[in-house]
């Protein structure tokens, strides 16, 4: 059974400082993992997609891969108020196949 | 570029009733997804279409659920008889890249 595990949180990050976000899953043949930013009420809002080993950076959010670990993560630097969500990790095994998502962690930028 | 439309937003019945949510999805994506969110929870597949054809449909309740997609584009994502675990919200997203792209979401509460 393909899963993905998020910490729930709160996680709790001052204004100004970098927040991050940890992602684990159990398929080893997954091949895209994604981060989806949802606010309260919100549907999910697609941030960030990685497919390869390493760092993908854009703008003040940075996603981490490590296949060999099975884990990825989410950095928000310089973190503001209006990040303040629930940030979804999700993976598939490529192409079109449908998403597994994780549970979600729910982050609070504390001004 | 409209996004995926969902109707409609809310939706509240008595138990037994039937309903039906439908989607309209990105122009030119071919793929087409209905996922279900409980609170607190991800979202979890329910179908996946490619064109008109469903491809993945392993965790839809065909006692009570049923989906369509006639012509490759709107779907329509039908229950009947609702229960009062069915409580949820509906989401439809659509890909071409593989990068889902959610609608707003239907919510659903049965009493």
């Known amino acids: 059974q393909k899963e993905v595990e998020q910490n729930s949180g709160p996680l709790s990050v001052p204004e100004g400082a970098i927040a991050s976000l940890n992602c684990t899953y159990s398929?080893?043949?997954?091949?895209?993992f994604f981060w989806y930013r949802q606010y309260s009420g919100k549907s999910p809002e697609l941030i960030m997609s990685i497919y390869s080993n390493g760092d993908k950076e854009d703008g003040r959010f940075t996603a981490q891969l490590n296949k060999a670990s099975q884990y990825v993560s989410l950095l928000i630097r310089d973190s503001q108020p209006s990040d303040s969500a629930t940030y979804l990790c999700a993976v598939n095994r490529g192409g079109a196949d449908g998403l597994t998502f994780g549970k979600g962690t729910h982050l609070i930028i504390q001004p | 570029e409209a996004g995926v439309v969902q109707s409609p937003r809310y939706k509240i019945i008595e138990k037994k009733q039937p309903v039906a949510f439908w989607c309209n999805p990105i122009s030119g994506h071919n793929t087409l997804y209905w996922y279900l969110q409980n609170l607190g929870q991800g979202p979890e597949l329910l179908i996946r279409?490619?064109?008109?054809?469903?491809?993945?449909d392993s965790q839809l309740p065909k006692d009570r659920f049923s989906a369509e997609r006639l012509k490759g584009v709107d779907s329509t994502l039908k229950i009947q008889p609702a229960e009062l675990g069915d409580s949820a919200v509906y989401l439809c997203?659509?890909?071409?890249?593989?990068?889902?792209?959610f609608g707003e979401g239907s919510r659903l509460t049965v009493l």
């Open positions: 279409y490619e064109n008109e054809e469903a491809v993945d």
């Open positions: 997203a659509s890909s071409s890249t593989g990068e889902l792209f």
């Open positions: 398929d080893r043949g997954s091949q895209s």
